[in-house]
């Protein structure tokens, strides 16, 4: 079986074509960094434009590359939300063009669904029941997984997703777009101990995030410290209060659930400090993807359309690009 993943919910062409369950054929990211990063964030006209330019030559070269033909795929699967709209409507409107061209079955995937996916790619040991901490620009939450498909949200932030802050946080420190892979490269020659940030909610006996208050500490100590900015230290102090928020939320989930396997996905799961603290966490088994796959890509969406589609027997529905889909 042959699925074509398609990935645009934000800023990342990804067209990626996976042999049955994981054998990964080929995979292609076209980047749109450079281009966002000058305005110091995403912006969502131009990142659809972008998309529409890069898609189709993508999907060319992937079938290419894979001596495959468009009408000897099996399915296609494309994120259907949530993320920016414009970015989704170029990928399913393309996807639904192909789907019908080549007479292919489309189905549509909730890009959350896709990371939760996305270390189980080069995992065959990791199976349901399971704790997935998707960790990313938009998201910071806990899922129950009993079974694909079989999702329960045990908690997640009451504000900004943790990649959120370190985005702020870098331009409150003037470093550039994307902000979580400049601190984390700053911080590794930093002191972790040099600024005493709160770890957001860390006693609370709730499964539940919260970045903001975080932020605006740093922005104080910013303040406080005049025109000379101990840059890494500061990002190395914050980095330590977000890695503790979140492995202390991953014990806490751990200890709720009695679940002691646990896979960690989305942007923020790429930080060097994260994955150091989650491979050290006593008595949990964690999985993380590799780091390519850590931040979108289409591998991931292509594996979670065609673990769907099997469950649905083959029932994929209509797909429509929705902006603020939630729930898994
Ligand atoms: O999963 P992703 O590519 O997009 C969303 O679905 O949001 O995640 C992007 C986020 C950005 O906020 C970025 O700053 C963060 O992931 N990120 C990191 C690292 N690499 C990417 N945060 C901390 N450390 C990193 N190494
Ligand atoms: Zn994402």
Redo the contacts with the bound molecule.
């Keep these: 079986m042959f699925t074509l993943g398609i990935e645009t919910?934000?800023d990342?062409t990804g067209v990626a074509i996976l042999h049955n369950e994981r054998e990964v054929l080929c995979e292609y990211l076209s980047s749109q960094i450079k281009d966002h990063s000058r305005f110091g964030g995403v912006i969502p006209e131009f990142a659809a434009r972008k998309h529409l330019e890069n898609l189709l030559p993508l999907v060319d070269r992937a079938l290419e590359d894979c001596t495959l033909s468009g009408n000897s795929l099996d399915l296609i699967a494309v994120t259907r939300g949530p993320?920016l709209m414009g970015s989704l409507i170029v990928g399913v409107q393309t996807a639904k063009a192909l789907s019908q061209v080549w007479d292919v079955p489309l189905i549509g995937v909730n890009?959350l669904e896709g990371?939760l996916f996305a270390p189980l790619v080069d995992a065959e040991d990791l199976n349901p029941p399971f704790l997935s901490l998707?960790?990313?620009?938009?998201?910071t939450e806990i899922i129950r997984v009993d079974d694909f498909g079989k999702y329960e949200l045990l908690g997640q932030t009451r504000d900004d997703?943790?990649?959120?802050?370190?985005?702020k946080a870098?331009r409150i420190l003037g470093l550039k777009?994307?902000?979580?892979?400049?601190?984390?490269?700053l911080a590794k020659t930093g002191n972790a101990h040099a600024f005493d940030f709160p770890v957001p909610l860390k006693n609370t006996h709730e499964v539940e995030f919260s970045f903001s208050g975080l932020k605006t500490a740093l922005l104080w100590q910013v303040k406080k410290c005049g025109g000379n900015i101990p840059v890494n230290d500061l990002c190395a102090s914050f980095?330590r209060a977000?890695v503790e928020a979140l492995t202390a939320k991953i014990s806490l989930a751990a200890k709720l659930t009695g679940i002691t396997k646990i896979s960690v996905?989305?942007?923020?799961?790429?930080?060097?400090?994260?994955r150091e603290a989650l491979t050290n966490m006593k008595g949990l088994r964690v999985w993380l993807p590799k780091l390519s796959r850590?931040?979108?890509?289409a591998v991931m969406i292509a594996m979670a359309g065609r673990n769907a589609f099997m469950r649905s027997r083959g029932v994929c529905g209509e797909v429509e690009a929705d902006p603020s889909l939630h729930e898994l």
Excluded: F, M
């Design positions: 919910s934000c990342d993320g890009h990371h998707i960790v990313s620009g938009g998201h997703a943790a990649g959120e802050a370190y985005d870098a777009y994307p902000g979580g892979p400049e601190i984390d490269r980095q977000v996905s989305g942007g923020v799961s790429a930080n060097s400090a994260l850590c931040t979108d890509n």
